[in-house]
C-alpha cells in the first residue's frame, strides 16, 4: 500500500529565516506530487505540482519554491520566510495518468512565521 | 465568483441525526467529484469519489451529483461524535488536468 509522509509536523521559523519542507511517497513509482497551503478557516490553495523529477508547475507566484530531486521525494522551499507563509502545509501524491483525479494527502505540516 | 462554494458553517447537529452537505459549481466541465474529511490539524483523508452524475452509497454515506443543478451533496446517516469534522468537496475536470478544485470546507460538529 502506499503511504505518504511529511516533516517536521511543526515548525515555527522567525521572518526572513529560510525553509526546507519535505515530502516522500512509498509504494507507487512516478507519482504526481502536489503542495498545497491551508490557512485558517480557508480552502485548499494549489502551489506547485509536479508529473516528474525536475518537472514542477507553479500555480501562485510568491516567495516559494518547489523541487522534485527524486521520484517520491517533494520539497518546498522558501529563501526569505514572510509572516503571510504562516499556514498548514500538506503534500499530496495521485496515479500518473490516471483519468480519476484522485489525490491523497500526508499528515501535514503546520508552519509558524513569527 | 469563486467556481465552487460551500458553506463553511459551523453545523451542529445531535448524534444520530441525517447530516446534509453541500457544494455548488460554476464550471460545467467538471466530470470527477470528490468530498474529504479532515479531522483537526490532520491531514484531508478521501472519503467519497463519484463520477458525473447520480448517487454513490458507503456504508452510512451517500454522495450525490446533479449536474444539471452544478450541485454536490453529501449525506451522513446517523451520525456520531466521531463524525466530527471539516468536509471538503472537491472536482476537476475530464483528464489528468493535476489540478483539484475544493470547496472552503464545512465544519460539522456531532453532538452526543
Known amino acids: 500500500s502506499q503511504t505518504i509522509h511529511q516533516w517536521p509536523a511543526t515548525l515555527v521559523q522567525p521572518v526572513g529565516s529560510p525553509l526546507s519542507l519535505e515530502c516522500t511517497v512509498e509504494?507507487?513509482?512516478?507519482?504526481?506530487l502536489y503542495w498545497y497551503r491551508q490557512a485558517a478557516g480557508r480552502g485548499l490553495q494549489l502551489l506547485f505540482y509536479?508529473?516528474?523529477?525536475?518537472?514542477i508547475s507553479s500555480e501562485v507566484p510568491q516567495n516559494l519554491s518547489a523541487s522534485r530531486p527524486q521520484d517520491r521525494q517533494f520539497i518546498l522551499s522558501s529563501k526569505k520566510l514572510l509572516l503571510s507563509d504562516s499556514g498548514f502545509y500538506l503534500c499530496?501524491?495521485?496515479?500518473?495518468?490516471?483519468?480519476?483525479?484522485?489525490?491523497?494527502f500526508g499528515p501535514g505540516t503546520r508552519l509558524l512565521v513569527l | 465568483q469563486k467556481e465552487v462554494e460551500q458553506d463553511p458553517g459551523p453545523l451542529s447537529v445531535p448524534e444520530g441525526a441525517i447530516v446534509s452537505l453541500n457544494c455548488t459549481y460554476s464550471?460545467?466541465?467538471?466530470?470527477?467529484f470528490m468530498w474529504y474529511r479532515q479531522y483537526s490539524r490532520k491531514g484531508p483523508e478521501l472519503l467519497m469519489y463519484?463520477?458525473?452524475?447520480g448517487n454513490k452509497e458507503d456504508g452510512r454515506f451517500t454522495a450525490q451529483v446533479d449536474k444539471s443543478s452544478k450541485y454536490i451533496s453529501l449525506f451522513i446517516r446517523d451520525s456520531q461524535p466521531s463524525d466530527s469534522a471539516t468536509y471538503l468537496c472537491?472536482?476537476?475536470?475530464?483528464?489528468?488536468?493535476?489540478?483539484?478544485?475544493f470547496g472552503q470546507g464545512t465544519t460539522l460538529q456531532v453532538k452526543p
Open positions: 499530496a501524491w495521485s496515479l500518473p495518468l490516471a483519468v480519476q483525479e484522485t489525490q491523497y
Open positions: 509504494g507507487t513509482s512516478n507519482p504526481n
Open positions: 509536479s508529473v516528474g523529477i525536475g518537472q
Open positions: 464550471n460545467s466541465a467538471f466530470q470527477y
Open positions: 463519484t463520477y458525473s452524475s
Open positions: 472537491a472536482m476537476t475536470p475530464s483528464g489528468n488536468t493535476g489540478k483539484l478544485i
